[in-house]
């Protein structure tokens, strides 16, 4: 049977010591409580960053697509049926689908506005979008849609916000001007008409305030580009795997093409959000800070009170090293209780915002309607040791002065 080192018995004992100790036990109670705070805090906080960066990623890559390639300069592929074929054998590709990206004019009675313009094949568009799902009003059509008579005009989907700023309804015609090309009032920009299919909300305002989606051939007529597109859109089976492919995809293309990562096209925000994930772990950690200096103040006042109980034990030949680990238990103790205090509440006002969704927010302000909150199994981590090494620097002062203390003046201390 394995005996417990003589000086964490000893350490448990001061903690747990009540005569003429009241104060002290307070001190300590309140370090405890401000340790748990703390770690509770942390676990919140980043959960629910956490859980924000999660929906912000599934709806951006989820609408958009995970790797986008194109050509230096933006000059264009027309050749793409090949690019596609070389590479539709890399490891986590499930679908790739041609796509045009330009700017236009789009018109509807009197009203008009810009737009960004994306032209995708009907068939394969939904390999590598989730446009599809998207959809809150019409259907996702974008290829020729029959009109009264022999007519047939070819379909475009909107942006939700888009089409409540211009009116328009399902089934209403509207006109795209390409400005592509246009370098003066005396040339003639190109015009084509469309039908109305349906309209799309992703939650992302700069998506459904700008974006109509359309055909590709469409696309290809009205900005001029014959054959050619502006790029392909690469769908994977693992977003994370997404360097990986891109590395994979510049040995066997090479130069003039290059791939981008979902977030590489996205750099700026998802960056922004790291930062301030790792902003807000440095601020709340301030509060185990000041749970910290409690725990200098109540170690120090255990070593005053103790004083001649350290001479005892240092003339009965307890080493300095060993007085030195009775205060550095004390520390280890406060921080133990208070982060597995921190992590039962932390993980239990989580678990039951995900279960009951107690917070809610306001729909017509956010893309979502409840506080999102995701708990990391490394943020636990990251949590605990750096709480621990916290209240473990802080009892090294107070363990180094007591192990200083000399016997004979320590028994004479009063």
Not at 54 to 71: A, C, K, P, Q, Y
Not at 153 to 175: C, F, N, Q, S, T
Not at 303 to 328: C, D, Y
Request: charged share 20%; glycine share 8%; hydrophobic share 45%.
């Amino acid at each position: 049977m394995t005996r417990l080192p003589y000086e964490f018995f000893i350490a448990r004992r001061y903690l747990q010591s009540r005569r003429k100790t009241g104060f002290i036990n307070l001190i300590t109670y309140i370090s405890i409580i401000g340790v748990t705070i703390g770690v509770a805090a942390l676990i919140i906080v980043l959960s629910v960053m956490n859980g924000f960066e999660t929906e912000v990623r599934s709806r951006i890559v989820g609408f958009d697509t995970h790797i986008r390639l194109r050509t230096y300069h933006d000059e264009g592929m027309d050749l793409y049926p090949a690019v596609m074929q070389e590479i539709k054998d890399v490891p986590h590709i499930v679908g790739m689908s041609p796509y045009i990206d330009e700017k236009g004019l789009i018109r509807f009675g009197t009203n008009s506005d810009g737009v960004m313009v994306r032209g995708s094949d009907p068939e394969t568009i939904n390999d590598v979008s989730e446009l599809g799902k998207n959809i809150v009003y019409g259907k996702l059509d974008i290829g020729m849609v029959q009109r009264e008579g022999e007519r047939t005009l070819p379909g475009i989907v909107l942006g939700r916000y888009l089409a409540d700023r211009l009116m328009v309804d399902v089934g209403d015609e509207v006109v795209i001007i390409s400005l592509t090309g246009v370098y003066s009032m005396l040339q003639i920009p190109e015009v084509k008409q469309f039908v109305v299919t349906g309209f799309f909300e992703t939650g992302m305002y700069e998506y459904d305030n700008t974006y109509v989606y359309i055909g590709l051939e469409p696309a290809q007529k009205l900005f001029k580009l014959g054959d050619k597109v502006s790029g392909i859109e690469i769908r994977l089976d693992n977003l994370y795997k997404a360097n990986d492919v891109v590395k994979h995809i510049d040995q066997i293309l090479g130069f003039p093409y290059y791939a981008l990562t979902w977030f590489e096209m996205r750099q700026t925000l998802f960056s922004w959000i790291q930062l301030e994930k790792w902003a807000m772990f440095i601020v709340l950690s301030l509060i185990i800070l000041v749970a910290a200096f409690n725990i200098i103040s109540t170690l120090i006042m255990f070593v005053m009170e103790k004083t001649r109980e350290i001479g005892i034990l240092k003339a009965m030949g307890a080493a300095s090293q060993g007085i030195t680990r009775i205060f550095i238990y004390e520390g280890i103790v406060v921080g133990i209780v208070g982060t597995v205090l921190g992590f039962i509440i932390g993980y239990s006002l989580c678990w039951a915002q995900l279960k009951y969704k107690f917070f809610s927010l306001p729909g017509d302000v956010y893309f979502i309607n409840t506080l999102p909150v995701k708990m990391e199994p490394l943020d636990f981590v990251f949590i605990g040791v750096a709480a621990m090494l916290i209240c473990l620097i802080a009892a090294v002062y107070p363990a180094r002065k007591a192990s200083n203390l000399e016997p004979v003046d320590a028994i004479r201390y009063e």
